[in-house]
């Protein structure tokens, strides 16, 4: 059973270009989270969602960012008109449905976007 | 609005001591808390995940304690070793299938 995919490990865009990362769940799994790292800062949640629904956006910057998790493929998180403050580890987790499991979240790889 | 601390943000000890993670936060209102283990520019490794209706969970070398009404957590470590050397993280999970709160994590150094 493959783990949480995550792609590219390593992105590097210029300001102002697109940034897209994707998040394939462990198989079984229909829950995805976002996080962000940035330098010497902790871990923060970004997003929580399930196929083809947002269930908690709450740490998603209000501009430039979006998330999907279409019923077919991966999860995306776009980053549109990238800035220099946009560097970090974009880390995706998911989890088992509702009623399954003990909510345990698995982590991918993470994503490392360099903005110059 | 939960927050976990993690004191001190950074440990060095000497190879084979055993050692004490300390994890705290503010609403004791919580499903489960995860401890993991982060390698530098490297993924979350779990380590242990103790429901809150939990007191410990052990792996190997290593247990996890919670104390739900104080709010804090415990990741002991036996018989340190160099490969130990990492940053370990906890986080708290305010409901099924809820977002994670994470601490800034502590930055452990095993001197062999």
């Known amino acids: 059973n493959a783990g949480v995919m995550q792609n590219p490990r390593h992105l590097v865009r210029r300001r102002g270009q697109e940034a897209r990362l994707r998040c394939s769940p462990m198989?079984?799994?229909?829950?995805v989270y976002w996080y962000r790292q940035l330098p010497e800062e902790g871990l923060k949640f970004m997003v929580y969602?399930?196929?083809?629904?947002?269930?908690?956006e709450s740490g998603m910057p209000k501009e430039r960012f979006s998330a999907e998790f279409p019923k077919e493929g991966p999860s995306i998180l776009r980053i549109q008109q990238v800035v220099r403050g946009d560097s970090a580890a974009y880390f995706c987790?998911?989890?088992?449905?509702?009623?399954?499991?003990?909510?345990?979240?698995?982590f991918g790889p993470g994503t490392r976007l360099t903005v110059t | 609005k939960q927050e976990v601390t993690q004191i001190p943000a950074a440990l060095s000890v000497p190879e084979g001591e055993n050692l004490v993670l300390n994890c705290s936060f503010t609403?004791?209102?919580?499903?489960?808390l995860q401890w993991f283990r982060q390698d530098p520019g490297k993924g979350l490794t779990s380590l242990l995940l103790?429901?809150?209706?939990?007191r410990e969970q052990t792996s190997g070398r290593l247990n996890a304690s919670l104390d739900k009404s104080s709010g804090r957590s415990t990741l002991y470590i036996a018989a340190s070793q160099p490969g130990d050397s990492a940053t370990y993280l906890c986080?708290?999970?305010?409901?099924?299938?809820?977002?994670?709160?994470f601490g800034k994590g502590i930055t452990l150094s095993v001197r062999p």
């Open positions: 987790a998911s989890s088992l449905p509702p009623g399954q499991g003990v909510y345990e979240q698995y």
């Open positions: 198989k079984g799994h229909s829950h």
């Open positions: 969602l399930q196929k083809e629904n947002i269930i908690d």
């Open positions: 609403d004791s209102a919580i499903y489960n």
């Open positions: 103790i429901q809150s209706s939990q």
């Open positions: 986080a708290v999970n305010a409901g099924a299938n809820s977002k994670l709160t």
